[in-house]
Nanobody, 115 residues
Framework: QVQLVESGGGLVQPGGSLRLSCAAS????????IYWYRQAPGMEREMVAK???????SYARSVKGRFTISRDNAKNTVSLEMNKLTVEDTAVYYC?????????WGQGTQVTVSS
């Protein structure tokens, strides 16, 4: 079955960096676009970054220039490198894939930016 497992979250000071990873299984990974979303307390879930099956990336305006998404099709993983973090980046981050007409989500990883 489809599985997405996020890792790499944690507590970081403003201005710091974190690298999130998403390990995927159960579907044809290299043919599937992968997304990172985040949800802050009391807020709706928002798309942060997307990477196409060809490796083309796109970002939310709020993170463009600070976050970088990448994929390793040999390892079935997608990473999100996050730099210059601010308190507004505090959220649970989720990996997402749309497979055979269904949305799949990981369990999420908490990112807290605080001094």
């Amino acid at each position: 079955q489809v599985q997405l497992v996020e890792s790499g979250g944690g507590l970081v000071q403003p201005g710091g960096s974190l690298r999130l990873s998403c390990a995927a299984s159960g579907f044809t990974f290299d043919l599937t676009p992968i997304y990172w979303y985040r949800q802050a307390p009391g807020m709706e879930r928002e798309m942060v970054a997307k990477i196409s099956r060809a490796g083309a990336d796109s970002y939310a305006r709020s993170v463009k220039g600070r976050f970088t998404i990448s994929r390793d099709n040999a390892k079935n993983t997608v990473s999100l490198e996050m730099n210059k973090l601010t308190v507004e980046d505090t959220a649970v981050y989720y990996c997402n894939a749309y497979v055979q007409l269904k949305d799949y989500w990981g369990q999420g990883t908490q990112v807290t930016v605080s001094s």
